[in-house]
């Protein structure tokens, strides 16, 4: 019999064996989101080595496969990285290979993103956003541009010599290496594919062209017939300063436009029938004539507003080679630089909002979808099969059905997943630019080497999808702005509403004319610009669209700047960037205020209204008359509509800000400013006092009487998220001035992504900041190093080299790639 003590020790023994074992298993094994805590933790291969020195700038020399000849990098105080090569090839090989240095995550997750395909990597609580893109054809879209990237020779020989860029860094990996967001979810970087750059496009398109009104729109027309819709959602706004100024010939013939079908006409006079099944991002950018800037040469301003998020969407780059000498930033993941400058020229860009993206309700002959009615008979349908991994469970099989218009996102609501959102109508095939073949890289290509207008205008013909406002200016001292992409030929109004897709007068007609895309050189006033307006006014011949992405106050408020700005230099432009005045507030403050009767006031609303009245109208971050302000319009503009367009488990579309100003402003006795829900009837006045009275009492309750708390940059939410949505990865919430409609239009989480203004001449002159750093790695102090600059409204002064050994003493160290 073995002693009671021996028994003990050899349990405690075995016991511990268990428990270690049991930890060791624990430790490499994935539970959930979370990684395998041994190996994030493990000091050789995990999150450690991650970290980074400030001032580590050491020379490199590196010998890489693939390479023609020696490249030379030049790396600044910013970390940004002036690529010198001696053939495009290198170039391009080059800066694949150092983009996936910083942003080797980045470019994964975005692509995987755009793929549907974060599943493989997440797990199933992402399988919705997976079979949302595969749907919507983004694999589809991505396909057809890659085909057409490759026919174009240059295009195709930079986009695959950037491939091989980043692989040759990626084979260069061990585990420890890794980003450290590789490491938190647990999966290795993969080989980088040239469709990849083209699914970067795609999500471009997304975000800039992927959204729709048409089906909360035709749900407007069906609940409140064509003549409150057509008044209520105008094709003008009734305030406006459009891109192309006013009065502009049009020096064209345009080509006819197509005539409405019968089933459109019906719409539009009130005689629809309910069907069976059913379903702010802005920028500016402006350039000035020689005539208007100290140095007699154009300056140009362009501050795209996206998501902001680190690291940045955008990665700044100097490209050189003898055939171009570019800086400016790049998406990483895709050649070329986007938005920037060379010797000669300067360009950049804000987003269209055209109407490129069309609904089309099916009529299947039976259960299989295997047909539908189309052109007075039966069509057979197309299937694709999406097969999508999903992390520790079997691959889904998903099969889309495609007419000649497009994928059928949703053939039945089963497939509708929380995901979705409720403007995708179910029943509906999608027509979208974004499923075209296309070659928009090229016309970056062209760009990066342009010397002069005739090669902005031949770059443009290349260039599709999202439609942009493309600005540029030249030493020749000419400038330019062109809405510009691929547009639809499409009658009035065409894709305002979901469409017959039965009728092929409902089909897209061909396209505008490039050419005859709007225009203008060299205005009478001296300037360009652009902010998310209308194109053009009412006298151009095309549908562009029926309403636009933004209210004109941004626009407006540039062009009244622009007018009177003389001698301008540098800092002038980006002051104006800067810029917080409210052409809002200048336009309805005072029709607000004169309903508002302040001896009948309390103490706390008394205070508000003497803080209105005092207000300079600019969002600054401790204006208080700014909080009152926003908050007094957004609860005016819901009492407003609320009652009549919030109806539950109805998607309508809400009037916008524009149509509820003119009510405002023009119709005081409007029967839409009274709530239905009450049994009196409410004017314009009643609905503002309730709105002020209201507006008072909740900051009253959440900030405590007027106090410091009630300033603009306390009040509204202002963060940089981390891509990876990681807590501590981000910036955390910041005090910032700023609103979405005024030219510093930093609101929430997004604002100007990429601020630059560049002085041509005998020496060009760049200036630019991102709010963040070159770096992906949260563990660098280039990471968000930039931030604060960005923050406090200043630019950074570009180092544009004009070649590799030329002497600044910002340059801290430099990278030597060799052949191998």
Known sequence: MVPVNTAMKIFKAVLSIAITLV?????????????????????????????????????????????????????????????????????????????????????????????????????????????????????????????????????????EAYTDGINNYIHGLSAKDYPIEFKLLDYTPEDWKPINCAFLLKLMSETLAGGSDQFALTNNLKHFGAKVTNDLFPDYPFLEDPIIPKGTKWNF??????????????????????????????????????????????ILANDPHLNLTYPSIWYQVQLSSPAVNVYGVSLPGAPFVIIGFNQKTSWGVTNVGADVLDWYQVHFKDGSKNQYWYNNR?????????????????????????????????????????????????????????????????TFYLLNRGKNYADYREALKYYTAPAQNFIFDDADNDIAITPNGKFPLKFKDQGKFILDGSDPAND?????????????????????????????????????????????????????RLTTMKNATP????????????????????????????????VDQLQAYNALKKWNKRFDAGEIGATIFELWWNNFYRMTWD??????NTHLLYPNRDRTIKLLLTDPKSKWFDNTQTPVIETCGDIVNIAFTHTVDKLVKE??????????????????????????????????????????????????????????????????VFPGGESGNPGSFYYDNMLQTWKDGKLNELLFLQSPDENSKRIKSTITLSVK
């Open 23 to 159: 930890l060791i298993w624990a430790l490499q094994t994935k539970f959930g989101n979370l990684p395998p805590i041994g190996k994030f933790l493990n000091p050789v291969t995990g999150f450690w080595q991650n970290a980074e020195i400030k001032n580590a700038f050491a020379d490199e020399n590196l010998k890489l496969t693939g390479l023609q000849h020696k490249v030379i990098i030049r790396y600044d105080e910013n970390r940004i990285p002036h690529i010198f090569a001696q053939n495009d090839h290198d170039l391009y090989y080059a800066q694949g290979y150092i983009t996936a240095r910083d942003r080797l995550w980045e470019m994964d997750i975005q692509t995987r993103e755009a793929s549907g395909r974060l599943a493989e990597i997440i797990g199933p609580e992402v399988l919705g956003t997976d079979e949302y893109h595969r749907r919507m054809g983004m694999v589809y879209g991505a396909e057809n541009t890659l085909r057409g990237i490759m026919k174009d020779p240059q295009v195709k020989t930079s986009v």
């Open 253 to 298: 013939k345009p080509l006819p436009i197509p005539k409405p079908s019968a089933d459109f006409l019906a719409q539009m006079t009130d005689s629809i029938k309910t069907r069976g099944e059913k379903e702010d991002i802005g920028s500016n950018n402006w350039a000035i004539a020689g005539s208007k800037s100290a140095n007699g040469y154009p």
């Open 378 to 442: 039966w069509n057979s349908v197309n299937k694709r099969i999406e097969v999508i991994y999903v992390r520790g469970q079997k691959p889904v099989y998903d099969t889309v059905i495609y007419t000649h218009h497009g994928p059928v996102v949703y053939d039945n609501a089963a497939q509708k997943s929380e995901n979705a959102g409720e403007n995708i109508p179910v029943g509906n095939a999608l027509r979208w630019i974004a499923h075209d073949e296309s070659d928009e890289f090229k």
């Open 508 to 560: 897209w007609h061909g396209w505008i004319p490039y050419e005859q895309n709007p225009t203008v050189k060299n205005p009478e006033r001296g300037f360009v610009s652009s902010a998310n307006q209308s194109s053009t006014d009412q006298t151009y011949p095309y549908y562009i669209a029926w309403q636009f992405d933004s209210p004109y106050e941004r626009g407006k408020r540039i062009n009244d």
């Open 571 to 602: 800092d002038s432009l980006r002051l104006l960037q800067g810029d917080t005045y409210s052409i809002h507030a200048q336009n309805v403050l005072d029709a607000l205020l004169k309903y508002l009767d302040p001896t009948k006031m309390s």
């Open 643 to 648: 009652d009549k367009f919030g109806i539950k």
């Open 703 to 768: 900030k405590g009487k007027m106090n410091n708390n009630w300033q603009w940059g306390r009040v509204k939410h202002t963060e940089i998220a981390s891509l990876a949505q990681l807590p501590g990865f981000g910036s955390g919430n910041f005090i910032s001035g700023g609103a979405s409609a005024v030219i510093n239009a930093i609101s929430g989480g997004s604002g100007p992504s990429w601020r630059m203004v560049v002085q041509l001449g005998p020496v060009v002159k760049g200036y630019g």
